[in-house]
């Protein structure tokens, strides 16, 4: 710990606490999210380092960006263009961090940025995330981590998920859990008390969104306000037929399969319905794919387990309705212990911590990987 702690100029003071700012850019594609975190480094040793949430903002990004983004994320990025929108992300998360640390009076010892995927395929061992982390340290002072889901491909995992290893240091291991997080892809993390099962389910808010965007005119659906009438279950089941769904865990998955070329392949099919069906259809599509995956794949669970649901989808009324129905074994109930947005920014903070410490930030057992690895690279004032 004392040499790790030693790389670090101006260091982190060895007993703590520190005042660490996660950035996470989800698959949502909406902006990013910060949240400056008190984080106790003695505590990785009990598994609990979380101290508390200092404060969380979201910055959304400028519609022309978010396009950008989106567009890359669809397989329509040429070199140049990914080099342009890598500088541009960092701007934006460089100008948001420096004007709401400012405004909160807040000074993190460091930064650990998620940065914004773009590409994920980790059957080819390659993933790639963007937002320039040399802008974030002109911009405030202090080093910044960044990078983390290559070091675990680089062995043999998947690259994600790897925020599961921050659920048990914030929920921690007493009683059985279930912890779906539905932002732009699902990903559950499953706790039975001794044993704990994660990976990505499949489709959360992406197909939705993409939807709203189409049909709406809107960039998302508030609430699931649109999403009305029955469901076409026969498009549901032969959705479930993809392969992913075929395949066991660890796995993990992003824009490049459920995204914009999965509704434009769709679209024929859904062009039939009218349009409040079309986004209920998605809706259920999204809470099916979490049932069947559970149901294939998941360990068994004591009857009424909760089953805390947190993200953009957690918010999307007829998708929660739709998961209650889907999955009537458990309690499901929407995780209230942060601010909507701010769990995974959380969870970025305490791997970039434990990346301070020298300490490993994956979980073989849920990302393939050979064996646990600290994660990121760092780059300092």
Known sequence: MAWMLAKLPGALPAEGPWVVLGMMSGTSADGVDLAAVEIDPAGFAQGRPFR?????????????????????????????????LQRRLGEHHAGAAARWLETAELRPHFVSLHGQTVQHHPREGATLQLADPYLLVEALGCPVVWDLRRRDLAVGGQGAPLVPLTELWLRGRRSPWVALNVGGIANATAWDGSHLQAWDTGPGMSLLDIAAQRWLGLPFDPGGAHAAGPPD???????????YFQQPPPKSTGREVF??????MESPGLDRLEPGRRLATLAAFTAAA????????????????????????????????????????YQLRQDQAFPSGAREAISWALLGAASALGLAGNLPEVTGAARPV?????VFP
């Open 259 to 264: 995204g914009a070329d999965w509704i434009r």
């Open 374 to 378: 600290c994660l990121g690279s760092w």
């Open 290 to 329: 979490v049932s069947r995956e559970l149901q294939r794949w998941g360990q068994a669970m004591p009857a009424g387990t909760p089953f805390l649901v947190s993200g953009g989808g957690a918010l999307h009324v007829p998708l929660m309705n739709e998961l209650s129905a889907r999955l009537p074994a």
């Open 233 to 243: 279950e026969q498009a549901v089941a032969r959705w479930l037929e993809h392969p």
């Open 52 to 84: 508390a949430l200092r404060s969380h903002q979201h910055a959304a990004y400028p519609p022309d960006l978010r396009q950008e983004v989106l567009a890359a994320a669809s397989n329509s990025g040429d070199p140049g263009r990914l080099c342009r």
